[in-house]
């Protein structure tokens, strides 16, 4: 089945303790993304890469940190989580980055940082 | 700046009826859009792209209309359904960049 897999779907942790969200595609995506999504604030782009050794910054990347050292994985990596990037996390990927492109969405990570 | 605005947060329908969701963009021209649906403790769900050259686009129940001078696109459902309960999200995209509205939480009455 075609899916985008993050894991975990639940994560509480301290102020300042490193984590790694992890993200993976099977579909051969070139494209891959990271959403934060925040009541009234909508889903808002964190990092995105366009294919392996690729990536750029998004909207709100302050605090974030990734890699694509293959194509199908996309880890997130917050080196010192703040109380401020308690969210949900959403990874996502589309075979390509133009417009008529899908993005297929993992079910997200609900992050709590105390 | 970009901006994308979803009419009311929340849109109450009578089951059977048309539920029509409004979005509304501003400061730039987007080649397409296109509508996602969530579930709550979801992700979004691709449902429909519309290009800037085409007037509308259907899908079983679904239609989707661009009006590139208004700057608006407008999703509808026909014969709603207690199902058809969820968010949806309207994402106008150029061809650098992927915006997403904070959506309409649509609610279905039997």
């Known amino acids: 089945e075609a899916q985008v897999t993050q894991n975990p779907r639940y994560l509480i942790t301290v102020t300042g303790k490193k984590l790694t969200v992890t993200c993976s595609q099977n579909?051969?995506?070139?494209?891959m993304s990271w959403y934060r999504q925040d009541p009234g604030l909508g889903l808002r782009q964190i990092y995105y890469?366009?294919?392996?050794?690729?990536?750029d910054k998004g909207d709100v990347p302050e605090g974030y940190k990734v890699s694509r050292k293959e194509k199908r994985n996309f880890p997130l990596i917050l080196e010192s989580p703040s109380p401020n990037q308690t969210s949900l996390y959403f990874c996502?990927?589309?075979?390509?980055?133009?417009?008529?492109?899908?993005?297929?969405f993992g079910n997200g990570t609900r992050l709590t940082v105390t | 700046s970009q901006k994308i605005e979803q009419n009311s947060e929340a849109l109450n329908i009578q089951e059977g009826k048309t539920a029509t969701l409004t979005c509304n963009y501003t400061?730039?021209?987007?080649?397409?859009l296109q509508w996602y649906r969530q579930d709550p403790g979801r992700g979004p769900v691709f449902l429909l792209l519309?290009?800037?050259?085409?007037k509308e686009k259907r899908k079983e129940r679904l239609k989707v209309t661009f009006d590139t001078t208004l700057k608006q696109s407008l999703f509808h459902i026909t014969a709603s359904q207690p199902a058809d309960s969820a968010t949806y999200l309207c994402?106008?995209?150029?061809?650098?960049?992927?915006?997403f509205g904070s959506g309409t939480r649509l609610s279905i009455r039997p």
């Open positions: 519309i290009r800037e050259n085409e």
């Open positions: 996502a990927s589309s075979l390509y980055r133009e417009g008529n492109s899908p993005l297929h």
């Open positions: 579909m051969n995506h070139e494209y």
């Open positions: 994402a106008p995209l150029s061809a650098s960049k992927i915006i």
């Open positions: 890469s366009m294919n392996v050794e690729v990536t």
């Open positions: 400061n730039y021209s987007p080649a397409y």
